[in-house]
């Protein structure tokens, strides 16, 4: 029995064969132009590669609009197959017909918009790079003096918290006069003591 294969491994079996065909083998074949350095064969492969990056360009859109379409993809794999075959001669017939002079009698604005596309980009790259900068300068002021408060705020309860305890140790007895009842209560338990010594030394010198 014939296994019949889902949709996502027919997508797997397109993606795959145009990879194969369309990159792989044109880079193979580029390496070769480039290695033995002939210009024919060099220009060839250039101009594939041009209608191949406009060609992928294109695939992003008509992807999303055409997939529906039936035999899209087996399409674009045949279209890909026209470009390469060297009967056809697809992609350098493209290039001269279209391409080319398309690019000859704009060229001169594109320039221009690459220019100026480049200077804003510099500009704007410049400018977030200033940003970027004072934010992290910012920051980075920020939390240094948040530390430095939470530490000057924790030295100064350590000091507190040392000295209430040394106070609280080695607190000397305070200074100054007796409380006002002291000396009446010491006065009156001194008075028997000295009437008891005065009948003692009385009794023994009449014995005597």
């Known amino acids: 029995m014939q296994k019949v294969l889902s949709n996502g491994q027919t997508k797997e079996v397109r993606s795959g064969s145009r990879l194969i065909f369309g990159t792989l083998y044109p880079a193979y074949y580029s390496y070769k132009a480039v290695k033995s350095k002939d210009i024919k064969e060099y220009v ?23 997939c529906w379409f039936p035999f899209y ?15 056809t001669k697809g992609s350098s017939l493209l290039y001269r017909k279209f391409v080319h002079p398309t690019l000859s009698s704009k060229e001169k604005e594109i320039d221009d918009c690459l220019v100026q596309a480049k200077d804003r980009s510099y500009d704007a790259l410049v400018h977030f790079g200033k940003r970027g900068l ?15 408060g939470a530490l000057s705020e924790r030295l100064r309860s350590f000091s507190m918290q040392d000295l209430t305890t040394i106070r609280g140790d080695g607190a000397p007895a305070p200074s ?3 409380p006002p009842g002291s000396g009446r209560a010491s006065g009156k338990h001194g008075q028997p003591k000295m009437s008891r010594s005065a009948s003692e030394s009385a009794s023994s010198s009449g014995t005597a």
């Open 134 to 148: 004072n934010v992290a300068a910012t920051a980075a002021v920020m939390a240094a003096s948040k530390g430095q």
């Open 176 to 178: 100054g006069p007796p």
């Open 44 to 66: 060839k492969w250039m101009m594939y590669w041009i209608i191949f990056a406009l060609f992928t360009t294109a695939e992003t859109f008509t992807d999303i609009f055409l």
């Open 73 to 87: 993809y087996e399409l674009k794999i045949a279209f890909v197959a026209w470009l390469l075959s060297p009967y």
